[in-house]
């Protein structure tokens, strides 16, 4: 009988939130107030640089809202994945090829900082400071992320055929 595939979502913390909020409130006042106010110099702001600023406008505020709703995916099943949605960023490992996941905690200073990241030897997803896996696979590039109760995470590898010791 196979077992029950382990799922996971992990939000953001506060940091990313603050961070798009940020982000969202500099291009508004950066890009809106010359949308908004007139020139005091009493020349008007021609049609291209009308279009280019609301389109900066516009692509800048759904960065800052991606960034402030960013999660993390765990799915444990046939293979591991994970994922960071709303961005590109997805990861699938069959996990015969894992050789060891270990629980860690992970915050900004082990793991390069927050976001998606280079770490020597792997990658790391870290959307908020706390427990966490750093899984090794054969011949690639370890994955380090965040979740909330990284033993059952383990032990869902474990039970299907995963080498986490």
Known sequence: MRPEPYEEVVPSGRLMLWVGLGLAAVVV?????????????????????TIALVATLVGTLVLAVGVARMRIHVRVDDVLEVRVTPFWYRRRID?????????????????AGWGIRL???????????????????????????????????????????????
Do not use: W, Y
């Open 29 to 49: 006042v950066t890009v809106g107030v010359p949308l908004a106010v007139p020139s005091p110099t009493g020349q008007d702001v021609g049609t291209g640089d």
């Open 95 to 111: 996990p015969a090829q894992i050789t060891s996941a270990v629980p860690m905690v992970l915050n900004g200073v082990n793991s």
């Open 119 to 165: 770490v020597p030897g792997g990658t790391a997803l870290l959307l908020d400071n706390g427990p966490g896996v750093q899984v090794h696979v054969a011949g690639k590039r370890s994955l380090r992320f965040r979740c909330g109760d990284p033993e059952a995470f383990v032990a869902a590898l474990e039970a299907r055929g995963a080498s986490v010791g």
